[in-house]
């Protein structure tokens, strides 16, 4: 008979089904099968979820940085001028910017004036880095010109201030209202360096999505920013845009070359680099730390299987002398420990990605229950909690609960194959 069965046998999975479903009176252990069901589900539930949270994070994070600011910045080193000062102003900005927009690969260049000032409205004050830039290249900004939550008209540039949500706040300030911008190194006198004032209607409030972009980035039009710092004629930097922002750092060595023997390039990886390794680094411990969960939760199936062993030794006496080989016991069993795995598996991933696609009424409503505040931008810089479901991940938690659930069953299916039916016969 055992030569004619094929593995896996209709009566194989009969068998597995009724010791599942087995009442504990009956000598099943359905008891310890649900309570191995529901582990191996909120293990994978809870792996699911942390995976899905971490890349949302990761992608926002990086969305962010992408989106708001350059993809590379182009500077010159610094030089001394003819009177003997310091200086790492651009004189041909113009003309770098047409050079490195000429690259293959950049998408758009702009010349950037910045300086750090203090900005007052109505006694509030707040410290803010202006960046004055043409209009024509804020346009090109994603998350500034494009803003969800912007309000003012973005057209008017030239006649006023943009200013992020969180200076807004901060100073109170709204569209229309006038605020004014201190810098300590204003027009030069016979008596020194005085102080420079001057006051800017708003005329469009931005957010960035990251808390520290809306807290302390203002934009002045170009022309302005070059008179209000004392930059007649000259920028600071060439900010880059580039067609494929991820392959940043091929495209340092062709920038450096356009731009010439001066300039240095500084990228986006480079100012965000080391969170983003450590974001990895995190990951991969979160993932090993979780992956213990689910080990621990599978090892639970074998505590049932080797309970239901012990419970059917009679049964399993009764279907070896019947004719049954080593084999369909071991499959038998190996069925019953392994649909536990699938069926909790297939829970998990499903309540897994039901949180991550519907993490935001659920997060609304933990705030809610919470009393507010359980998200703080200020420290986590950006505003929501985001959660971005990959099949990659998906596929990781599947392998990981299946395999461990697979591996696990083989034990106690073995000792129940290898059990001798005459002993197991020999009290009943």
């Given at each position: 008979?055992?030569?004619k069965t094929p593995?896996?046998?209709a009566?194989?999975?009969?068998?597995?089904?009724?010791?599942?479903r087995a009442?504990?009176?009956?000598?099943?252990v359905?008891?310890?099968?649900?309570?191995?069901?529901?582990g191996?589900?909120?293990?994978?539930?809870?792996?699911?979820?942390?995976?899905?949270?971490?890349?949302?994070?990761?992608s926002?994070?990086?969305?962010?940085?992408?989106?708001?600011?350059?993809?590379?910045?182009?500077?010159?080193?610094?030089?001394v001028t003819?009177?003997?000062?310091?200086?790492?102003?651009?004189?041909?900005?113009?003309?770098?910017?047409?050079?490195?927009?000429?690259?293959?690969?950049?998408?758009?260049?702009?010349?950037?004036?910045?300086?750090?000032?203090?900005?007052?409205?109505d006694?509030?004050?707040?410290g803010?880095?202006?960046?004055?830039?043409?209009?024509?290249?804020?346009?090109t900004?994603?998350r500034i010109?494009?803003?969800?939550?912007a309000?003012g008209?973005?057209?008017?540039?030239?006649?006023?201030i943009?200013?992020?949500?969180?200076?807004?706040?901060?100073?109170?300030?709204?569209?229309?209202?006038?605020?004014?911008?201190?810098?300590?190194?204003?027009?030069?006198?016979?008596f020194?360096?005085?102080?420079?004032?001057?006051?800017?209607?708003?005329?469009?409030?931005?957010?960035?999505?990251?808390?520290?972009?809306?807290?302390t980035?203002?934009?002045?039009?170009?022309?302005?920013?070059?008179?209000?710092?004392n930059?007649d004629?000259?920028?600071?930097?060439?900010?880059?845009?580039?067609?494929?922002?991820?392959?940043?750092?091929?495209?340092?060595?062709p920038?450096m070359?356009?731009?010439?023997p001066?300039?240095?390039?500084?990228?986006?990886?480079?100012?965000?680099?080391?969170?983003?390794r450590?974001?990895?680094?995190?990951?991969?411990?979160?993932?090993i730390?979780?992956?213990?969960?689910?080990l621990?939760?599978?090892?639970?199936?074998?505590?049932?299987?080797i309970m239901?062993?012990?419970?059917?030794?009679r049964?399993?006496?009764?279907?070896?002398?019947?004719?049954?080989?080593?084999?369909?016991?071991?499959r038998?069993?190996?069925?019953?420990?392994?649909?536990?795995?699938v069926?909790?598996?297939?829970?998990?991933?499903?309540?897994?990605?039901?949180?991550?696609?519907?993490?935001?009424?659920?997060?609304?409503?933990?705030n809610?229950?919470?009393?507010?505040?359980?998200?703080?931008?200020?420290i986590?810089?950006?505003?929501?909690?985001?959660?971005?479901?990959?099949?990659?991940?998906?596929?990781?938690?599947?392998?990981?609960?299946?395999?461990?659930?697979?591996?696990?069953?083989?034990?106690?299916?073995?000792?129940?194959a290898?059990?001798?039916?005459?002993?197991?016969?020999?009290?009943?």
């Open positions: 008979m055992s030569a593995p896996f046998a009566f194989e999975w009969t068998i597995a089904w009724r010791y599942l009442r504990r009176a009956e000598g099943g359905s008891v310890m099968t649900v309570i191995s069901l529901v191996v589900a909120l293990a994978v539930f809870a792996l699911i979820a942390t995976l899905a949270v971490r890349s949302g994070f990761r926002e994070f990086v969305d962010t940085i992408l989106g708001s600011n350059a993809h590379a910045t182009v500077y010159y080193s610094t030089s003819e009177n003997g000062q310091t200086s790492r102003t651009i004189d041909d900005f113009a003309d770098l910017a047409e050079r490195l927009a000429a690259v293959p690969g950049v998408v758009g260049t702009a010349p950037l004036v910045k300086g750090q000032v203090m900005a007052t409205s006694g509030r004050n707040a803010v880095e202006v960046f004055g830039i043409r209009y024509d290249d804020l346009l900004i994603p010109a494009h803003s969800d939550r309000r008209d973005i057209t008017r540039f030239d006649e006023g943009a200013i992020g949500e969180g200076v807004a706040r901060e100073l109170q300030a709204s569209v229309g209202d006038r605020i004014r911008i201190i810098s300590p190194e204003g027009a030069r006198t016979a020194g360096t005085s102080p420079r004032v001057n006051a800017y209607e708003v005329v469009y409030i931005f957010s960035a999505g990251r808390y520290d972009i809306d807290r980035r203002v934009y002045l039009p170009f022309t302005e920013a070059q008179s209000f710092f930059r004629g000259v920028a600071d930097e060439i900010e880059v845009m580039l067609e494929r922002p991820e392959d940043v750092e091929s495209m340092v060595y920038l070359q356009a731009a010439g001066r300039a240095m390039v500084w990228t986006w990886r480079d100012s965000a680099g080391s969170f983003l450590a974001l990895d680094i995190e990951d991969n411990v979160m993932f730390i979780l992956s213990i969960l689910v621990i939760a599978a090892m639970n199936i074998i505590s049932g299987l239901l062993v012990k419970n059917k030794g049964d399993i006496g009764i279907l070896r002398t019947m004719g049954l080989s080593e084999g369909s016991i071991l038998v069993f190996f069925l019953c420990g392994s649909l536990v795995g069926v909790g598996t297939g829970i998990g991933v499903i309540a897994g990605c039901l949180f991550a696609l519907y993490i935001d009424p659920i997060f609304g409503f933990v809610y229950l919470s009393g507010g505040g359980v998200w703080d931008a200020s986590r810089g950006i505003y929501a909690l985001p959660a971005e479901l990959r099949l990659v991940d998906v596929l990781k938690a599947v392998s990981l609960s299946l395999g461990l659930s697979f591996i696990v069953t083989i034990f106690p299916a073995r000792r129940a290898r059990m001798n039916p005459v002993e197991a016969l020999r009290y009943e």
